[in-house]
């Protein structure tokens, strides 16, 4: 792990806010750089319903426009002499981090838990869960 790159994937939740506290330490104790991710989920639409005003191409850009300039807030609050890189990427989260992962071959990935439970946690895609279940480097989940 030493000499490589924390991936701190962020949704600009406060539970993501919260990791990012602990990506920081743990890339200032191992002297490495921090990689701040967003992925934007890729917008699905279906004919049948003909009421999109934009093109599902349009709304993925929207969204990634919106990302940027909530990316470029987040760089202006943190305050740290680490060297941070930022990504913005579109498709399915738990792909896109660890794809991510793989290409930088960062030393850890340290990402927020959601907290869901029981019947939620059935039903939605846990994607700390994933993250650490199919990463091949170590995973710091942060509730």
């Given at each position: 792990m030493r000499g490589k790159d924390?991936?701190?994937?962020?949704?600009f939740s406060a539970t993501a806010s919260?990791?990012?506290r602990y990506a920081i330490d743990m890339a200032n104790h191992y002297k490495v750089g921090l990689r701040i991710l967003?992925?934007?989920?890729?917008p699905v639409a279906d004919a049948s319903y003909q009421l999109l005003v934009v093109?599902?191409?349009?709304?993925?850009?929207?969204?990634?426009?919106?990302?940027?300039e909530s990316m470029?807030?987040?760089l202006a609050q943190l305050d740290t002499s680490l060297h941070v890189e930022t990504i913005i990427r579109r498709g399915d989260p738990v792909e896109e981090i660890l794809t991510e992962a793989k290409d930088a071959e960062v030393?850890?990935?340290?990402?927020?838990s959601h907290g869901r439970s029981g019947l939620?946690?059935?039903l939605n895609t846990n994607v700390s869960e994933e993250?650490?279940?199919?990463?091949?480097c170590p995973v710091l989940v942060v509730k």
């Open positions: 924390i991936l701190w994937p962020t949704d919260h990791a990012l967003h992925v934007v989920d890729q093109t599902p191409e349009e709304l993925a850009q929207s969204m990634e426009k919106a990302a940027a470029h807030k987040l030393g850890m990935i340290v990402l927020a939620s946690h059935f993250i650490a279940n199919q990463a091949t």
